[in-house]
């Protein structure tokens, strides 16, 4: 027994080795799905993430379901006819993407639209209706094919009604615009501080010589100092969508004090890479210095986005 165990433990340290030493890493379990059917609603849906509830329960209530999951974001609303609060905000944003919602849509004929909105995220949107309250699904993801996204609206249904099909659903092409995930932004002007070197000199008097001649003054190897760090604003989509999280930035800081070039390593939707973004763009600081000289470095700078 004692022999089978330690080949076992044996094995499972090789294989962890292996995985270590080419870079690879396991493949991460399937995700855990599970049929989500509120008793005082009247949808149905099967998540992979527990779904949190904004919102009373109450029949005039307008309520929020929704949960992320490895950067794919799932939402279901719920809404009175009489006072779609939800419905109302959700239209807004999909007019400013140039497309429109329809709130007299039937339950019978759902209504599907997919695009890429302004902040180069794919949506996904289900519009439907009982005849009490207004229902939309909702998915919000980098990838136009994710997954997790279309499994999560194709399990959307209103009571024993089919399950929506948005397979054969066209993606709007010419609904790109910036994507702070693949755009980099051109240098824009910032201040700094701390170039240049020091010297000084010295003479003797009394006929006597010349005094030493005191040394440059050499300013030593250091990093970028941080003088100021501007902090982002929330959007008010991003609010109203309970979105939370850090946005990673990679920022060049040039050896004039001045911000260089700026990419996105992490993202958020709805605005907030940007707003992390044009923050970036107001950071000052003092040049990294190599051996007395002021050196360009890139290095990357992190902005954490939490609702209160």
Do not use: C, H
């Not at 330690?6 to 493949?27: C, D, E, K, N």
């Not at 329960?57 to 992320?68: I, L």
């Not at 005849?131 to 959307?156: C, E, G, L, M, P």
């Not at 201040?191 to 300013?219: A, D, H, L, Y």
């Amino acid at each position: 027994m004692r022999l089978k165990f330690r080949l076992i433990l044996l094995l499972a340290l090789m294989a962890l080795v292996t995985f270590v030493s080419t870079g690879q890493v396991p493949i991460p379990l399937q995700e855990t799905w599970e049929n989500v059917e509120p008793t005082n609603e009247e949808f149905f849906v099967t998540t992979p993430v527990n779904l949190k509830r904004d919102g009373e329960t109450d029949a005039k209530s307008s309520r929020k379901y929704y949960g992320e999951i490895n950067g794919t974001y799932l939402y279901i609303f719920s809404d009175p006819i009489k006072k779609p609060n939800n419905f109302s905000v959700v239209s807004d944003f999909v007019s400013a993407s140039g497309k429109t919602l329809n709130s007299s849509t039937g339950s019978s004929q759902p209504e599907v639209l997919k695009f890429v909105d302004s902040f180069g995220y794919s949506q996904t949107i289900v519009l439907t209706r009982s005849a009490n309250r207004i229902y939309i699904a909702q998915t919000v993801s980098k990838d136009k094919d994710d997954r997790v996204a279309k499994q999560f609206i194709s399990s959307f249904r209103l009571g024993s009604s089919l399950p929506v099909v948005v397979e054969n659903s066209n993606i709007d092409a010419a609904e790109t615009a910036t994507d702070p995930d693949s755009k980099t932004t051109k240098p824009s002007s910032g201040s700094g501080s701390g170039r240049g070197n020091g010297t000084g000199s010295g003479t003797g008097t009394g006929g006597i010589g010349t005094g030493p001649v005191s040394p440059p003054i050499v300013k030593q190897t250091t990093s970028v100092k941080i003088l100021s760090k501007p902090r982002p604003a929330y959007t008010n989509l991003a609010r109203f969508y309970g979105i939370m999280g850090t946005v990673i930035l990679r920022v060049t800081f040039l050896s004039s004090g001045e911000i260089g070039a700026i990419s996105a390593v992490k993202s958020l939707p709805f605005g907030l890479a940007n707003q992390a973004l044009d923050a970036a763009k107001r950071t000052t600081f003092e040049p990294a210095y190599q051996e007395g000289k002021a050196i360009t470095v890139t290095k990357q700078i992190e902005y954490s986005f939490l609702i209160y």
